[in-house]
């Protein structure tokens, strides 16, 4: 039996309200999760993997990060080239130095949603602010 492929554009539907999200005191992980989680669309009814009806989410508060001291020195951003031996660690305090906590928020919420090909559409309803 042959399967049945959609090649039809993914449907302009209407997205659920915008959500305000204040960072202040809250943990990278779980906040990452919450984020992703309305993003996908998950808390809606009419949720379905292939459509993209996530809200548009707005995480202030960005600096008010709640992360230990003894976390900021043991932590590292890691980003993978594909190549043997292309894993780049760089340590918090320089991520932070540089792109400020927004990367970071950035990259735990891009790594908390599904792989296809709708992470990037989703990660474009993501705004973070200092």
Do not use: C, W
């Not at 809200?55 to 951003?77: F, G, P, W």
């Not at 760089?90 to 130095?97: H, I, L, N, Q, S």
């Amino acid at each position: 039996m042959q399967q049945t492929h959609n090649t039809k554009k993914i449907p302009n539907v209407r997205l659920a309200e915008p959500v305000l999200m204040s960072a202040q005191g809250k943990k990278l992980g779980r906040l990452a999760s919450t984020v992703a989680h309305l993003l996908m669309g998950k808390q809606s009814a009419l949720y379905e993997r292939h459509i993209p009806r996530g809200a548009k989410v707005l995480v202030t508060d960005a600096a008010k990060l709640d992360i230990r001291l003894a976390e900021r020195s043991k932590k590292y951003h890691k980003r993978y080239s594909g190549y043997p031996g292309g894993l780049r660690l760089t340590p918090f305090p320089e991520v932070v130095a540089k792109k400020g906590m927004r990367e970071l928020i950035r990259h735990a919420v891009y790594g908390m949603l599904p792989a296809n090909r709708l992470r990037n559409m989703r990660m474009k309803n993501l705004t973070i602010r200092e």
